[in-house]
């Protein structure tokens, strides 16, 4: 592990220190912000105690709602990227900094104060050099304890294309790589614990000094950023998103290379593990990505719905999904590849020799075996709802979690059954069945870009670009890409160079 480690940080030094960058800078406005808010608040309501309480309450209900919902309902007002990842921060980290600031202010001995009242002082004087220095130590704790809670939520932040240090953390879970979790992991928690020794290290300072400190970091940063901001060459940019995993950071890595390929001076932006369906269609709809790789099935599944059923002749399927979204939400469906990367159900050779599986539908006989499905499968029309009623599936236990953690409980016993893509190269790694779909429910899935009509029509020449890719890679091309990536940890990037190099779709460098 040790060797693995160190090989990983020599191979993506400068994207960790990017990274470690975007991590800090999200934590250090979002800390900024919520103490921007919080101590005021906690000042105006020393004199109203109903209301002071009534908004601990709301403090402490918003720490309750999970991240991924709020980062979820925040997408559609704000976008994708730093902002809702700010957001989501400050109403996390509001409670406790507010919470000891409050108590801190409230609770200083009534009789220093009336002593303070009777010497005449003015409201501003008694604030700034009785009240705040009295309760500096509970402000203090209350800081220190949200910004190392900042640093430790800012990794989902990566979920929606805010970067950070979530970005490994993510790519460590969906990739089964080890070193780029355990790095991930690392570099956050020596974040939060330099944050935290700093916190102290600052409360031994003078309030002047605080202040001074502060002015001449904002000037400076300010300064620093608006030069770079006009330094920096105006070109366009396009931002392409992938879901999480392997395979869509691959596609997305194909898109940006044949778009630079073509068009020198635009500058392509690739969000990879982005999230769910959910997550990039809101994104793309709202204008906040400009394009992402989407599957037939799911389109005719999730986000068109049709009441006649999913067509089972893959290109009827992708026509129908075409016409159908453009319809709907008037957006540009391009021609699909040529593999298939359909939803299967797998399980251990040994499970399918025990109980004789070799379909879907003789699951039905076995409804003791534990469950495990991917969130997505999980709730998709295409996925178990679906596959339950079909079958008649009745799972005792369905456990949902990440896709490539449902393979490694797989493989170790702790699971029974659980969803499968046919491209996955852990179906080979770990020597798993794939059950025949015999009543034929799983729709075609072949994947294509998705982007906005009215983009696609101002955007002809990315367009031709990534039609380019129409009816290329098979099946056993994707799952060989996918096993380099997956499981043998090369970079998604220099695996889609090497194969667009390979298919005289790009010239070699």
């Known amino acids: 592990m040790i060797e693995a480690v160190d090989q990983y940080l020599k191979a993506n030094s400068a994207e960790l220190l990017a990274a470690l960058g975007q991590h800090v800078l999200l934590s250090l406005i979002a800390a900024v912000i919520t103490i921007l808010i919080a101590l005021p608040l906690a000042v105006a309501l020393l004199d109203h105690p109903k209301l002071g309480e009534a908004v601990l309450q709301v403090a402490s209900v918003i720490q309750t709602i999970p991240s991924l919902a709020i980062l979820g309902l925040l997408i559609p007002l704000v976008g994708i990227g730093t902002v809702p990842a700010v957001i989501a921060l400050v109403l996390y980290a509001l409670m406790p900094i507010f919470a000891n600031a409050y108590a801190g202010l409230r609770n200083i001995d ?276 679906g596959l339950r009623q079909a079958y008649g599936l009745a799972f005792t236990t369905v456990r949902t979690m990440e896709p490539s953690l449902r393979y490694e409980a797989l493989a170790d016993g702790d699971l029974g059954v659980t969803d499968a893509y046919t491209t996955d190269p852990q179906i080979r790694k770990y020597d798993l069945v794939l059950l025949t779909d015999d009543r034929h429910f799983f729709p075609p899935y072949q994947g294509a870009p998705l982007m906005r009509t009215d983009w696609a029509k101002a955007h002809p020449q990315v367009v031709a670009s990534l039609n380019r890719l129409a009816g290329k890679i098979t099946t056993a091309q994707m799952q060989q890409l996918n096993y380099r990536v997956t499981v043998k940890h090369e970079k998604a990037a220099v695996v889609a160079r090497e194969f667009l190099v390979a298919q005289g779709l790009l010239t070699k460098e």
């Open 110 to 385: 009534p009789l220093l104060l009336e002593a303070a009242d009777a010497m005449g002082v003015s409201r501003r004087y008694k604030l700034f050099r009785i009240q705040f220095p009295l309760a500096m130590p509970l402000i203090l704790s209350g800081i220190r304890t949200g910004v190392v809670m900042i640093i430790g939520t800012a990794t989902l932040a990566a979920l929606i294309g805010g970067g950070g240090l979530g970005t490994y953390i993510l790519l460590g879970i969906q990739s089964n790589n080890n070193a780029a979790l355990l790095i991930g992991a690392v570099l956050a928690a020596a974040l939060a614990l330099v944050a935290s020794a700093a916190i102290r290290l600052l409360s031994r300072l003078s309030g002047r000094t605080l202040l001074i400190g502060l002015a001449v970091l904002v000037i400076g940063g300010g300064g620093a950023y608006g030069a770079r901001a006009l330094s920096r060459p105006q070109v366009e940019t396009i931002t392409i998103a992938g879901k999480m995993g392997g395979e869509p950071e691959l596609l997305i890595n194909m898109y940006k290379r044949l778009i630079e390929r073509d068009q020198p001076n635009v500058h392509v932006v690739i969000r990879r593990n982005f999230g769910g369906t959910s997550f990039l269609f809101k994104a793309l709809r709202s204008k906040q990505i400009d394009l992402y790789p989407e599957f037939t099935g799911t389109v005719l599944q999730a986000l068109v719905p049709q009441k006649t059923g999913v067509p089972k002749d893959p290109t009827q399927a992708y026509q129908t999904a075409r016409q159908a979204i453009a319809a709907r939400y008037q957006l540009t469906y391009l021609k699909p590849m040529a593999y298939q990367n359909g939803y299967g159900m797998a399980v251990r050779r040994e499970t399918a020799t025990r109980y004789h599986l070799r379909t879907v539908s003789d699951l039905a006989a076995h409804p003791d075996l534990i469950a495990g499905f991917d969130p997505d499968f999980y709730q998709q029309p295409d996925g178990y709802p």
